[in-house]
């Protein structure tokens, strides 16, 4: 099942632009498309939506989610070991009717089992909640807590090839966000709190990796003042600031990694008519870590952007575009950090109002602070969802990635194709 990625990507990639092309052709006069306000995906299908469980002034939402899976390369290595494997997802989901204000209550987990590869089979989990207070029509406050446990991918740079199953870690998450905007001009604040702890992972012919060292409280602060220049068109500066306290003051590679940073941002948000909505900013990024005795870790600076740009192209086809710069923690000799610069297209076309197509690519290039190393990572999805009524539906999917990096060690290709059934109420 091993294919040639080059070929692959730039097939789908001529196909995204042609349906694009006809899709803009087919549809010029845009002003007429007055119900296109959401994507193709966002909008509501009374026919074939779950309608909850009426609950007085709460509506209970359950999922239940199986697929069947084929990956030929699941450890996501150079010598690839394939494998079937099943994975059934239920949800619960208790959400309020208000006129005013929001609550959500949720929960789910993940439930993996392998073929043959039994040393994979997992159970992830969530639960959490969502709120918002109106304080009045210029002024709200929204709230998001969760606390789950997660497996980190073969695919992440700290996952190592000694190891007989994924990294686990438990991760507790507490946002606030505040917003107010009286006319204008509104402006913005938020706070977050993340804390993980990972677990022990069991290795190969016995032993244990003990990932103590990557136990962190990290903290992100913002401050944000916009305002709309007409309707659909709002300008706005944003300054953000971001700490990360590692628990041990050394890992395992003799680094203390700790650090802290700032973005400075300025950006857009527009609506143009129903043709383009979203969001695009640019600005400079700074992280500095904590120099101790121990090896001493580069700092990173330099230009920060991020988008998210829907386009409706018709009633029935809509064209996402988002790219954005992460930092992403690692473990690694010498190396502060993999800086992410990953950008992504997705198209959604409803061929029925039952029947929807979705095409995806993205396109990461990780560079290593510290090293030499360079990796490219391109993906690409296909995906079919066939509603069959307002309490089930079929998905089918197919999955391409790959590493090329210059430490050719790191090399992988990888395909998944599944199929699944949903059921909800």
Request: hydrophobic residues 35%; aromatic residues 14%; glycine residues 10%.
């Amino acid at each position: 099942m091993k294919l040639v990625g080059l070929n692959i990507s730039g097939s789908i990639v001529a196909c995204l632009l042609a349906c694009a092309s006809y899709a803009n052709a087919a549809a010029p006069d845009y002003v007429d498309l007055t119900a296109q306000d959401v994507g193709v995906m966002e909008r509501a299908r009374p026919a074939y939506d779950a309608k909850g469980i009426p609950m007085g002034g709460f509506r209970l939402f359950p999922n239940l989610d199986t697929k069947s899976s084929y990956d030929d390369n699941v450890f996501k290595t150079s010598s690839p070991v394939s494998d079937w494997f099943f994975t059934i997802s239920p949800t619960l989901r208790l959400q309020s009717q208000w006129g005013r204000h929001f609550l959500e209550v949720y929960g789910g987990s993940n439930v993996y089992q392998y073929a043959t590869q039994t040393g994979q089979n997992l159970a992830d989990w969530r639960v959490g909640t969502d709120g918002r207070v109106d304080i009045s029509r210029a002024a709200n406050v929204s709230m998001n807590t969760y606390y789950e446990h997660q497996h980190e991918l073969w695919s992440a740079p700290n996952s190592t090839g000694f190891q007989a199953a994924p990294n686990q870690y438990f991760h507790a998450h507490a946002e606030t966000v505040a917003d107010y905007q009286p006319n204008r001009l509104g402006f913005g604040a938020g706070f977050a709190f993340d804390n993980y702890n990972w677990q022990t992972t069991p290795m190969i012919g016995g032993g244990k990796l003990f990932n103590e060292d990557r136990n962190q409280d990290a903290y992100h602060a913002y401050a944000k003042v916009y305002y709309d220049f007409s309707p659909g068109y709002s300008g706005y500066l944003k300054a953000s600031y971001d700490e990360r306290d590692y628990a041990n003051l050394f890992d395992r590679t003799g680094s203390d990694r700790s650090s802290h940073g700032y973005r400075l941002d300025g950006g857009v948000n527009v609506k143009i008519s129903h043709l383009v909505s979203g969001e695009v900013f640019v600005g400079y990024l700074q992280q500095n870590y904590a120099q101790h005795i121990g090896v001493p870790l580069k700092d990173i600076s330099g230009f920060d952007y991020g988008l998210q740009l829907d386009w409706y192209l018709s009633p029935n086809l809509t064209m996402h575009v988002s790219g954005e710069r992460t930092l992403e923690d690692v473990v690694l000799a010498g190396i502060s950090s993999a800086d992410n610069r990953r950008v992504a297209m997705g198209l959604d076309y409803e061929f029925r109002p039952n029947i929807i197509l979705q095409l995806g690519g993205v396109y990461n290039n990780v560079a290593y602070a510290g090293s030499n190393r360079t990796d490219e990572v391109p993906g690409v999805n296909v995906g079919i969802k066939y509603l069959i009524n307002r309490y089930a539906s079929l998905n089918f999917a197919y999955d391409y990635g790959s590493r090329s990096s210059n430490l050719g060690a790191f090399n992988y290709h990888d395909n998944t194709a599944s199929v699944g059934l949903s059921l909800h109420i």
